[in-house]
């Protein structure tokens, strides 16, 4: 983490698994455990039915809300498809874009993520912006080259000033789910990566103020050496958010609590 230079962002993604009566008690519990005071942005990304529930509950713990997902269309004939403009309306900060889950499984490509990407800039929606290597790629050496090209790709055609509400999140496959962690050398060296492919794209000072996350299997226990390093700004926490003490020792690990 780097304060001086950007902010450091701890955000919950809790995917396909939160009920809107479990917010609640999740509220009641994080807030039980929370910090007095955090430096940390905290945002929980949630289902769009779960978004107004968990904004209003959420907003005494001061939980900034993010989408999962957003089209990459403006609007019209997209049946199930949400916009950027219908987030914005209610109140989403952010939105992740280009989780490997959706790579894989909707096959999203590298296209689709950057005018997703576009379109909540557009509305003034800081993306989350997911890469990461898979197992044989890293095994196989690739591991620089294949985040090279999808960071660039993510970022085609954006502009310095839009740079400034991006957020990128290193969220290695083999990691996702699986409590096999990058080792904090690992996840810093690729995070270092990203940050110098960005300074080549947009020169020093817009790379030093970029928050990089790192997500996979960050919980509890690892959040704080993981944090530590010098290049990551956060994290994008899957199953650990699920859980408010866990979620809340991994948002008191970025130190806010000796503030
Ligand atoms: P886990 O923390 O469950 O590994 O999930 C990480 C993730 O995919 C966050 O987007």
């Given at each position: 983490m780097n304060n001086k230079y950007r902010k450091t962002v701890i955000a919950g993604n809790w995917k396909m698994n939160m009920l809107a009566s479990g917010i609640k008690p999740y509220m009641e519990?994080?807030?039980?455990?929370?910090?007095?005071?955090?430096?940390?942005?905290?945002?929980?990304?949630?289902?769009?039915?779960?978004?107004?529930?968990?904004?209003?509950?959420g907003k005494e713990a001061k939980i900034i809300c993010g989408a999962e997902d957003v089209s990459e269309h403006d609007?019209?004939?997209?049946?199930?498809?949400?916009?950027?403009?219908?987030?914005?309306?209610?109140?989403?900060?952010?939105?992740?874009?280009?989780?490997?889950?959706?790579?894989?499984?909707?096959?999203?490509?590298?296209?689709?993520?950057?005018?997703?990407?576009?379109?909540?800039?557009?509305?003034?929606?800081?993306?989350?912006?997911?890469?990461?290597?898979?197992?044989?790629q890293r095994e196989m050496n690739l591991t620089s080259a294949h985040i090279n090209y999808q960071v660039r790709a993510a970022l085609n055609g954006i502009d310095v000033n839009s740079l400034r509400k991006c957020v990128i999140a290193y969220e290695p496959?083999?990691?996702?789910?699986?409590?096999?962690t990058a080792t904090a050398e690992q996840a810093e060296e690729v995070c270092r990566d990203i940050r110098a492919i960005i300074r080549d794209i947009y020169g020093a000072r817009p790379a030093r103020s970029v928050s990089i996350l790192?997500?996979?299997?960050?919980?509890?226990?690892?959040?704080?050496?993981?944090?530590?390093?010098?290049?990551?700004?956060?994290?994008?926490?899957?199953?650990?958010?699920?859980?408010?003490?866990?979620?809340?020792?991994i948002i008191a690990a970025t130190g806010a609590e000796n503030e």
């Open positions: 519990e994080l807030k039980s455990f929370l910090p007095k005071t955090k430096s940390c942005e905290t945002v929980i990304c949630a289902p769009a039915v779960n978004i107004p529930t968990l904004m209003k509950l609007k019209g004939a997209f049946t199930g498809d949400i916009s950027a403009a219908q987030l914005a309306d209610i109140g989403v900060k952010y939105c992740i874009v280009g989780h490997s889950e959706r790579r894989e499984y909707y096959k999203e490509s590298d296209f689709k993520v950057n005018a997703k990407i576009k379109q909540l800039l557009d509305k003034g929606i800081s993306p989350i912006i997911c890469v990461g290597e898979s197992l044989e496959i083999w990691a996702i789910g699986t409590g096999k790192y997500g996979g299997s960050m919980n509890a226990k690892n959040a704080a050496e993981l944090l530590a390093q010098p290049d990551i700004d956060g994290g994008l926490i899957g199953g650990a958010s699920l859980k408010p003490a866990d979620f809340a020792t």
